[in-house]
């Protein structure tokens, strides 16, 4: 029982902490002018604020593509694969702010799936090892895959950060920090 009290906390955190990303994602957007979404960079060649945003949402979609699909008890069910390489590119939403605000409406969704179904679940995780497109599988759980997830989000936040500066738009404090900055920030200002 205490063990399963454990996951749940776990689980919990691991979708608040995966919320907050996409609030801040969220309150960023809303703040940038029509126009500069989806300009390309002078400082990042080839990155815009839109495609930055796109990436994040690709990889929460990779890791909750396995949400809804599988039927049965958690330890029955057949290990479902995420892919994080096989993704599409120069979609819409790069360029269309409002399109990349309901994608991650959706992502909220999704995100509460995730809760329910229970995040210790087993994952098997594609994943590209060279230019060559050699791939290995390799074994995980669901909340691995929603933490790997929302810490590279925080990685792309940064670069969206420097984007929209670039444009004149601030994004809030902590936007783009991983959390151990943010805590060792606190501990030893």
């Given at each position: 029982m205490r063990g399963r009290l454990v996951a749940e906390g776990v689980c919990e955190q691991l979708v608040s902490a995966a919320g907050a990303i996409l609030d801040q994602c969220e309150g960023l957007v809303k703040a940038m002018p029509e126009g500069v979404f989806a300009n390309e960079s002078r400082t990042l060649r080839g990155g815009s604020f839109g495609k930055h945003l796109r990436h994040t949402l690709d990889h929460f979609n990779a890791a909750l593509s396995v949400v809804g699909g599988g039927v049965g008890h958690e330890s029955e069910r057949a290990a479902e694969v995420i892919d994080y390489d096989h993704r599409k590119r120069n979609t819409p939403i790069e360029g269309d702010k409002f399109l990349a605000l309901d994608a991650i409406d959706e992502l909220r969704?999704?995100?509460?799936?995730?809760?329910?179904?229970?995040?210790?679940?087993?994952?098997?995780?594609?994943?590209?090892?060279?230019?060559?497109?050699?791939?290995?599988?390799?074994?995980?759980?669901?909340?691995?895959?929603?933490?790997?997830?929302?810490?590279?989000?925080?990685?792309h936040q940064a670069m969206m950060k420097a984007i929209a500066q670039e444009f004149g738009v601030e994004a809030e404090e902590g936007f783009g920090k991983a959390p151990s900055t943010v805590h060792a920030e606190r501990v030893h200002p």
């Open positions: 969704i999704r995100l509460a799936g995730a809760a329910s179904e229970g995040l210790c679940r087993p994952v098997v995780v594609r994943v590209m090892i060279d230019g060559e497109g050699s791939e290995v599988e390799l074994a995980s759980t669901l909340g691995r895959e929603l933490a790997f997830a929302t810490h590279h989000a925080v990685h």
